[in-house]
């Protein structure tokens, strides 16, 4: 695609065409001088998509889950956009490859959109840029939008966490069930599935997780389900959609949806007034001005704590 | 250990009392008001241990090698922090266990001092209470932190950054070197050990690293060890911290030490101003204003950039 211009490229992805969303959302990952035009201009059309986050360690079969998912709301008529996130470890892979299978079985369907977004710039950068991809996604008018992390951090956390309705994928044999409920990952599944569950020990390890979510205080009126799926033959994914719309017609009608989401843009807003801040400090303070605080931490003639009360202090006064 | 004095406990810590100084790393990690006037009495006496970050993916057999790492270090005459990070991931476990062994196995030694660090707080939590935890071992006399993390995430990647040398720990069988050299952690190693090396295919897999880094365009004279080690029978451990303390000499020799310090002090104030920029921000800015401009992205009447750029127009002309 030949260089469009920002107007042009916004107008296109707000209606719905693929190729400048491509570009938009490639915009929003690269941190692109267009983004901020761009987020703005799809801010007012967001807040209609239902945001899945689907989380859980490597190897559950999130992939083929999430594959099997946007079928079955194809099925059902909705529109769905995948957000397969790339896990920030250097040391585990298969992402990718998953992803490429996936874009087979699904590429030719126009009511499917699947992007990945990998780790890049700070940290937290993931979490930002997944949620202004959803809000691309969203203005674009999907529907659904389905956003695979592999839980195997704090920042994939987080990135499930800008979703609606989370739901935590494990396997029948791993001790994922007992240690899920250990770390606090009960705090935040909203759902959960224990997937292939063909293999021994699904049923006691659905058990294992009712038990635990018995134990527990009830937080609300939500009763997290428990499904058994086996992704690869298609089985329990009516169910497990079935539980999403429940929880979805839950969360509106509870009123929990309006104050996740605000909870969401707050942190949202956040995020961007930190990094304002940050922005004009440096614009304010000097490069020779901050090389010397540097010095003089590195000759321990000041600690950190002093040289940035100094900064702050001095602030503009240069 | 009742209540102490701030002057008092800084007092002891500095003189490297094993009690008071247990006390002060809980201040850091709990951001106790005593800490900063803490981190300030430390950071003169900082930039004495040399910090060794040891890395690599879960089951690697990283809790024994720097057990093994420990002892070796002791027999040399030095004396050793050992900050076990805590995987943040709510999927993976045994970190404690491991710790648990450890501590019976170390027990005992003076010289020896052992801290687990867990995840709490907002993001970048983790790796800033581990470097000011390494800062306050530091002055306390220490002269080898080994830093142990697991890579799982990219937070963990910048634990591991916060050392001087960093190692990283693969196994034979893992597919875990292939994707090592992809991943982009070849630019952090400067050591890498194979451990359970008396399983087959380490020596593949170290060819395999070693054929890895010649492919790559050389960034500096330090040509990067790659160590067989079985740390369970505490074969190749003398080697390993032959080569730490060779990678330390030539830290030194080269420049690259204080660099590679002056750029963490330089991060360190980065994260420090920007936590006070947003504090003050705060402070500045009334809870009404605050939630009137939450309500307005809720309502959808101005988008994120438009009440960040407000915001920070306005400021302090409330």
Known sequence: MPELAADDLIHRTLAGERVPLARALSWVENEHPGATALLDA?????????????????????????????????????????????PTSPFSGGALLGD???????????????????????????????????DVLDA?????????????????????????TTAVVLVPESGDAVQAMKAGIMEIADVFAVNKADREGADRAAQAIRSALHLRARTSEWDIPVQLTVASQGEGVRELVDHFERHLAWLAD??????????????????????????????RVSARRWDEAVAALGERRETPNQVATRLTEADGSE
């Not at 009511?111 to 202004?132: D, E, K, N, P, Y």
């Not at 195997?152 to 990135?159: N, P």
């Not at 949806?257 to 930190?274: K, S, V």
């Open 254 to 283: 509870s009123g929990t949806l309006e104050r996740r989401r605000r909870r969401r843009l707050e942190q949202q807003l956040e995020t961007l007034m930190r990094e304002r801040l940050w922005e004009e400090f440096r614009a």
């Open 42 to 86: 799809c801010f007012g059309r967001t807040g209609r998509a239902h945001r899945l986050g689907i989380t859980g360690p490597p190897g559950a079969g999130k992939s083929t889950l999430v594959t099997q998912l946007a079928k079955e709301y194809r099925a059902r008529g909705e529109t769905v956009a995948v957000v397969a996130v790339d």
């Open 100 to 134: 490429r299978v996936r874009m087979n079985e699904l590429s030719g369907d126009e009511g499917i959109f699947i992007r990945s977004m990998a780790t890049r710039g700070s940290m937290g950068g993931l979490a930002v840029h997944t949620a202004q991809a959803c």
């Open 140 to 164: 674009a008018g999907f529907g659904r939008i389905l956003i695979e992390t592999v839980g195997v951090g704090q920042s994939e956390l987080e990135v499930a966490q800008t979703a609606d």
